[in-house]
């Protein structure tokens, strides 16, 4: 389309208050708006249910309802940047966290934050962990473990929430019950996909920094210390066997860059 | 997840064609992950399937397993919905890359997309839209193809839209725009038989004619799908492309008609919304092998 009727074809769209877009012709002569309305039905709807099936959780925390309102009005400000909608919705936590009516539920921001994470993670790359076997020859040296980097799983994301978001997630997988979830709880979630499947698991104290230091390309030893620093209660081998048993280390590189 | 296929094949070698170089001319169906399963456990499974390109563009994971396992027991054929032909602007070349990524990793029999136009400045609308059949529009659909063909190094299926509302501006016919795009480009034609339904009974027209004034030659594939119904502003008969119910007896009958004029050509049954068991979908494809067996011996008898 030449890009000034594609323009107003466009922008009315995704507004429903905007007169249809003019140049348009029906047979019958009839007024093209509620043809029109076909194109606009189906752009929303399909992101609707493209933000449904990302934001599951989300959904059922607000009913099919609001969260058809809310998804409607984040599809008009921030409609999808590329053909690939598993990625689509990225901003709907910040838009949650900014709008009005969702205010009385503080944690809805951090729920739809963890449910995007978990779709990144299913279609992150693929890699091999490390099993646990890969660590026992170096536990006999823990200063050459701790000058190590560990490399993450491509999968691997973590977030921290002042709400119980692992908890709040849980109980719409059957798995906890959604009435004795204390909603003052603050909990860190970690994302995973060691294999096919995605594994949501509770963050224990210190283990956000850790992670973050060690994305960041941080040495073990680096890494710990920022922990530390952050949670006097940070318990190094329990966090490191949780990280080697869930699969989310996938290479140790020695500090001259060779992998151990 | 039980990630395996069976191991026997009824397709044995055209699962391993080259890419590009067509279907074979038997009923496949829309693959949806949900009937992985089950297709992995038929012994006879449809003789093609197809996917949309968007849905396999992540890095790794499940999608990539399923398709693998996927194409190395069928023939795949690859249909894009982003690449929006009939965009305004120019083509997606960072998009264009991910299916040419995609086509090199799976070397499919096929790769389609269709006449229209999904994207708008930085916007994608994750609808197939309309655009006005003129010469502006021609250079420029042309162009694009041009670039998808060279880029893929295969001639793509061009998939006729359905659509609810014209063009002032429009100086060629849709049948007449597409002919001209198919003869410029050498791409092929991906008849589908649903959207030739709807746009004919929205435009009030006869689907006999559009039918017959492509270039059928050029078809190498077909689809067949649902769709729903709703009225105008004057409270005509309008279709809506829904693809969420069975194939309604007039796209039966046209598809008859079209296979009667093509021969047998590899055809599609395409369930996207309200997605069904794979048992049934497998039975609106055995419907679609029976038209075909039955309109190829009709026309055996009428060469012979």
């Given at each position: 389309m030449d890009s000034l009727p594609a323009a107003a074809f466009a922008s009315a769209l995704l507004d429903p208050l905007r007169p249809t877009p003019p140049g348009l012709r029906t047979w019958n002569g009839s007024h093209p708006e509620r043809r029109f309305n076909v194109y606009r039905n189906n752009v929303v709807v399909s992101l609707i249910g493209a933000l449904a099936t990302t934001f599951p959780v989300t959904q059922a925390l607000v009913g099919a309802e609001f969260f058809r309102a809310m998804a409607r009005n984040y599809i008009s400000q921030s409609p999808p940047a590329s053909p690939m909608l598993a990625d689509y919705g990225g901003t709907l936590p910040d838009f949650i966290r900014r709008y009005a009516p969702a205010c009385e539920l503080p944690y809805l921001a951090d729920v739809a934050r963890l449910e995007h994470m978990r779709v990144l993670a299913y279609h992150a790359a693929d890699a091999t962990p490390l099993g646990a076997d890969a660590f026992h020859s170096l536990l006999a040296d823990p200063d050459g473990l701790l000058a190590l980097r560990l490399q993450l799983h491509p999968a691997c994301r973590w977030l921290r929430s002042a709400h119980p978001v692992v908890s709040l997630w849980a109980a719409h997988q059957g798995v906890a019950d959604l009435s004795r979830i204390d909603l003052a709880r603050a909990e860190d979630a970690l994302v995973i996909r060691p294999a096919l499947e995605v594994k949501v698991l509770s963050l224990p104290l210190g283990g956000v920094e850790l992670l973050d230091a060690l994305s960041d390309g941080a040495s073990l030893a680096e890494a710990v210390d920022r922990a530390f620093a952050a949670n006097e209660q940070f318990d190094l081998p329990g966090q490191l066997a949780g990280l080697i048993g869930n699969g989310a280390i996938v290479r140790l590189i020695h500090p001259n860059g060779d992998c151990a | 997840m039980n990630l395996t296929m069976h191991p026997s094949s009824r397709h044995g070698r055209a699962a391993f064609a080259l890419a590009g170089a067509g279907l074979p001319p038997q009923v496949g169906i829309g693959f949806k992950a949900i009937h992985f399963e089950a297709i992995a456990d038929d012994?006879?499974?449809?003789?093609f399937v197809e996917v949309h390109a968007e849905n396999y563009m992540g890095a790794g994971g499940v999608p990539h397993v399923q398709l693998t396992a996927l194409r190395e027991r069928l023939p795949l054929s690859v249909h894009g919905v982003g690449l929006s032909i009939g965009g305004g602007g120019a083509l997606d070349l960072a998009h264009l890359e991910r299916v040419a990524q995609l086509v090199q990793r799976y070397q499919p029999s096929s790769f389609s997309e269709h006449l229209a136009w999904s994207t708008h400045g930085d916007a994608y609308f994750n609808d197939l839209l309309p655009m006005p059949y003129d010469q502006t529009s021609l250079l420029r659909v042309c162009e694009h193809i041009d670039r998808v063909q060279e880029r893929l190094g295969m001639r793509m299926l061009l998939e006729n839209p359905a659509t609810y509302l014209e063009f002032a501006a429009s100086s060629f016919t849709e049948t007449g725009f597409i002919s001209e795009v198919v003869r410029r480009t050498g791409c092929g034609l991906l008849l589908d038989v649903n959207n030739v339904h709807v746009t004919c009974t929205n435009h009030h027209r006869s689907a006999h004619a559009y039918i017959d004034e492509l270039p059928l030659s050029a078809v190498g594939e077909i689809h067949l799908a649902g769709f729903a119904t709703d009225a105008d502003g004057d409270g005509e008969l309008l279709l809506i492309?829904?693809?969420?119910c069975p194939v309604a007896d007039a796209v039966w009958d046209l598809y008859a008609y079209a296979l009667r004029q093509t021969g047998p050509i590899a055809t599609l049954i395409e369930w996207d919304n309200d997605v069904p068991a794979y048992s049934v979908l497998c039975a609106e494809a055995h419907k679609a092998t029976g038209v075909m067996e039955r309109v190829t011996r009709a026309r055996s008898l009428e060469l012979a």
């Open positions: - | 012994a006879m499974p449809p003789a492309d829904s693809h969420g």
